[in-house]
Structure formats: C-alpha cells, structure tokens
C-alpha cells in the first residue's frame, strides 16, 4: 500500500468524512458514483447540471478526503469510491442513499436520457 493511501486511510475519521459528505453536492456526486459504481466528469456535471469546475473541485476535495479514486482513460476521467473504504462510511452511504432515494431517481433518469456518454472499455462487475 503507498504511503499516500496509508495516510488517507489514518485521517479518515468521522469529523473528515462529515465535512466531506457536508456538502450537497459532494453528498449526491457520492451517492451517483456508488450507484453506478464509476461516472466521468461529463456524465456528472449533466447529471447535477452544475458547470465541469463546480464538479471538478468537488470531486478533488471527495479523493483528497481519501473517499473516491480516479483512473484515466484516454481522454476520460473516470471516479469511483475509494475500495478500502470502512463499512461505517459504506453505512453512512446507504442511509444517505435511503434519504435522498427520490432526488437519487430523478437524477439517475437523467444520466441515462445522457447522450453521447462515453463507452467503459471494461465491463462493470
């Protein structure tokens, strides 16, 4: 493991993460991302409707936290949660997605309306 992932693993604690999930639209980039399991940035700022900085900024501060990584591919940036989450953030997660369960809908009806998203090379397990 680096030493990078060590120490994000260190400073996960509760006061990190809820600052992390404070914000709205930190909160439902996480729970769109654990539902599809990976976004793009493209696919996130349709999705919220909100500019690619906006999203961007967010999705540095949610990695920075250690709660997401990033991979790219080609000229896609794709995020997904971080695997070596604890099960107490992964519960924090599913009573959030519970809460916001009709928002959650309504934002996922538009992901999949998205045209032009951009093709996963690997097929989702």
């Not at 680096?2 to 809820?18: I, Y």
């Not at 896609?76 to 009709?102: F, M, N, Q, R, S």
Request: with cysteine.
């Amino acid at each position: 493991m680096s030493t990078r992932v060590e120490n994000l693993l260190l400073s996960l604690d509760a006061v990190r993460v809820f600052k992390c999930l404070g914000d709205e639209t930190r909160l439902l980039l996480m729970l769109l991302i654990r539902h599809e399991r990976e976004l793009c940035v493209c696919e996130m700022t349709h999705t919220l409707d909100d500019s690619q900085p906006k999203v961007s900024r967010h999705l540095a501060q949610l990695r920075n936290c250690g709660l997401l990584n990033d991979r790219r591919d080609g000229q896609w940036v794709y995020y997904g949660l971080a695997p070596t989450l604890p099960e107490w953030v992964i519960a924090i997660l599913d009573a959030a997605t519970v809460a916001e369960a009709a928002r959650l809908a309504a934002l996922q009806e538009r992901l999949t309306a998205m045209g032009n998203r951009p093709e996963r090379q690997l097929e989702m397990c």
